[in-house]
T-cell receptor, first 111, second 113 residues
Framework: DVKVTQSSRYLVKRTGEKVFLECVQDMDHENMFWYRQDPGLGLRLIYFSYDVKMKEKGDIPEGYSVSREKKERFSLILESASTNQTSMYLC??????????FGSGTRLTVV | SQQGEEDPQALSIQEGENATMNCSYKTSINNLQWYRQNSGRGLVHLILIRSNEREKHSGRLRVTLDTSKKSSSLLITASRAADTASYFCATTAGEQGAQKLVFGQGTRLTINP
């Protein structure tokens, strides 16, 4: 089974901190994605990547950046965390033409 | 941007009954997928139906796709308490976005014992 592992289930950070959310997949998938999920707003795509060192903006990239130095790892970076970035963050990966495999999610609280 | 719209937003039925959830979308698609999410967890892929397919089965799941109406339905037969979860439809479209999923808001399904 494909596994997508997110490094933290729960995270509490202070406003202004730089935050790294890590995601690792073990099935050699080309595609990786970061979403955030908020009540009433559903899942919104932040960034995605089709290959190593490639990245594409999703629908809500402001305040975020990403890094994909290795195929299996896709990191989401909050440059300066703000309270409106409190959310559930979901990482996913996929091969061509198949469904996504999601990680368990990271619930981030910014105080 | 939201592509899929699920209907109803919430559904509560008795164990053993069938549950039907609907999804409508706005643009032409490559495929449509359904996912389940248990409370506070990540999403689990259930089934994928391609734009040239009309119906697909997987265990107790049946998915239909009507591209002329831009709609899909997910039927769960003989529901169980463990089916209680939120269900999302998601679509991929176009060459550039072929791997990018756009999700609907989801249907919250509750199975009462």
């Amino acid at each position: 089974d494909v596994k997508v592992t997110q490094s933290s289930r729960y995270l509490v950070k202070r406003t202004g901190e730089k935050v790294f959310l890590e995601c690792v997949q073990d099935m050699d998938h080309e595609n990786m994605f970061w979403y955030r999920q908020d009540p009433g707003l559903g899942l919104r795509l932040i960034y995605f990547s089709y290959d190593v060192k490639m990245k594409e903006k999703g629908d809500i990239p402001e305040g975020y950046s990403v890094s994909r130095e290795k195929k299996e790892r896709f990191s989401l970076i909050l440059e300066s965390a703000s309270t409106n970035q409190t959310s559930m963050y979901l990482c996913a990966s996929s091969g061509a033409g198949y469904g996504y495999t999601f990680g368990s999610g990271t619930r981030l609280t910014v105080v | 941007s939201q592509q899929g719209e699920e209907d109803p937003q919430a559904l509560s039925i008795q164990e053993g009954e069938n549950a039907t959830m609907n999804c409508s979308y706005k643009t032409s698609i490559n495929n449509l997928q359904w996912y389940r999410q248990n409370s506070g967890r990540g999403l689990v892929h259930l089934i994928l139906i391609r734009s040239n397919e009309r119906e697909k089965h997987s265990g107790r799941l049946r998915v239909t796709l009507d591209t002329s109406k831009k709609s899909s339905s997910l039927l769960i037969t003989a529901s169980r308490a463990a089916d209680t979860a939120s269900y999302f439809c998601a679509t991929t479209a176009g060459e550039q976005g072929a791997q990018k999923l756009v999700f609907g808001q989801g249907t919250r399904l509750t199975i009462n014992p």
